[in-house]
């Protein structure tokens, strides 16, 4: 079974950029849930989606969008950045069915913004 | 003032010492509490979940559920070095909803 995977690793951008970053939801999934971690802190919820429809979203301007593909393959795009945008991205995947479901996190994509 | 609180450490114990780690929070709609172990560099992997009030055990992993009070607990026996990480607890409303998580306690497990 293939778990999450993001690429890229590690990403540097300059204020007012755009950036794109992406996630392969781990076999059998169809949901993934987008999150933002800063140093030190613990995961912000960005978005969720679900059948490639948006399923939730957080506290986040809509600078931040996403996508879901029919592989259910995710991107997470963010525009205009800000300084405040550097932290740690992680995506996870789960299986949208019955009364609990686990949500498996990706590795993350550290973002620096200069 | 956060919806999730949690103690950032860092929590310094010996080998063998029973660690407890606490969050309380303030959304009494939370019905799935979760406990995740993230080591430097690694995305949260999930350690245990309990759904509504009680203890759940899994080896030497027990989490506690209060709603009354509005405080959760993990307890891990005979910590190891291999235990050092940061420990997050996170919560949710729903079964598929958004996760909701404090900021993380650090870990360290010394031999």
């Known amino acids: 079974e293939t778990g999450v995977t993001q690429s890229p690793t590690h990403l540097i951008k300059t204020r007012g950029q755009q950036v794109t970053l992406r996630c392969s939801s781990q076999s059998g999934h169809n949901t993934v849930s987008w999150y933002q971690q800063a140093l030190g802190q613990g995961p912000q919820f960005i978005f969720q989606?679900?059948?490639?429809?948006?399923?939730g979203r957080g506290n986040f301007p809509p600078r931040f969008s996403g996508l879901q593909f029919p592989n259910y393959s995710s991107e997470l795009n963010v525009n205009a950045l800000e300084l405040d945008d550097s932290a740690l991205y992680l995506c996870?995947?789960?299986?949208?069915?019955?009364?609990?479901?686990?949500?498996?996190f990706g590795p993350g994509t550290r973002l620096t913004v200069l | 003032q956060k919806e999730v609180e949690q103690d950032p450490g860092p929590l310094s114990v010996p080998e063998g010492a029973i660690v407890s780690l606490n969050c309380t929070y303030s959304n009494s709609a939370f019905q799935y509490f979760m406990w995740y172990r993230q080591y430097s560099r690694k995305g949260p992997e999930l350690l245990m979940y309990t759904y509504s009030s009680g203890n759940k055990e899994d080896g030497r992993f027990t989490a506690q559920v209060d709603k009354s009070s509005k405080y959760i607990s993990l307890f891990i026996r005979d910590s190891q070095p291999s235990d050092s990480a940061t420990y997050l607890c996170a919560m949710s409303a729903g079964a598929g909803n958004m996760l909701t998580f404090g900021g993380g306690t650090r870990l360290m497990v010394k031999p």
């Open positions: 996870a995947s789960s299986l949208l069915q019955g009364a609990y479901n686990e949500q498996f």
């Open positions: 989606y679900y059948r490639e429809e948006e399923n």
